[in-house]
């Protein structure tokens, strides 16, 4: 699903990443249509929005003329509501047609057009991932807090290291 008007390249990329059909994997392009609908209300103007089952390496051309990159995605382990974590560039990818991680596309990136653009995973805590599942609400509730705290940021983290938004509801404020 693509949801970036023909135009300027806009600074930020939301790269959502799951299946739909798989329960809380769904939670990347749920936080995708989340962030389209703070849009039509006139908010986050430099973000680019996009959503996919999984990332190819085709993906390397939505990365150009990027400053930064969020890939969004669902996570079966780890701290909730979400953990988000720098990527850096894979030192060696496989060269596969169907599938890449956020270190391989950036790698890819940085070997076909130069320095790839900041990116980030945002991994958003989800439970069940069962072909046929709904979103769990124990899952809503974790793409609700991280949709709250991207908008609140603007799409642009803090700083340059990881943060973990555990149950203590700790979150750095924005500026």
Same mark, same amino acid.
């Given at each position: 699903m693509r949801i970036e008007r023909l135009g300027a390249v806009r600074p930020v990329l939301a790269l959502g990443i799951g299946n739909p059909s798989r329960g809380d994997d769904a939670i990347g392009p749920l936080l995708i249509e989340a962030l389209a609908d703070v849009q039509a209300r006139g908010g986050l103007p430099d973000v680019a929005l996009l959503a996919d089952d999984q990332l190819l390496p085709e993906h390397v051309l939505d =990365?150009?003329?990027?400053? =930064? !990159?969020?890939?969004? $995605?669902?996570?079966?382990?780890?701290?909730?509501?979400?953990?988000l974590r720098p990527v850096v560039p894979a030192t060696r990818f496989a060269h596969a047609t169907h599938t890449s991680s956020p270190g391989e596309l950036l790698a890819l990136m940085a070997s076909l057009y130069g320095t790839p653009p900041r990116a980030w995973v945002l991994a958003i805590r989800g439970f069940r991932f069962t072909l046929g599942d709904p979103l769990s609400p124990r899952a809503r509730a974790n &793409? *609700?807090?991280?949709? *709250?705290? &991207? !908008?609140?940021? $603007?799409?642009r983290p803090p700083g340059p290291g990881p943060l973990d938004v555990g149950g203590s509801g700790s979150m750095p404020r924005s500026p």
């Open positions: =990365l150009r003329g990027r400053a =930064l !990159v969020i890939f969004a $995605d669902a996570a079966a382990s780890g701290p909730a509501p979400f953990a &793409l *609700d807090s991280a949709t *709250d705290w &991207l !908008v609140q940021w $603007d799409c």
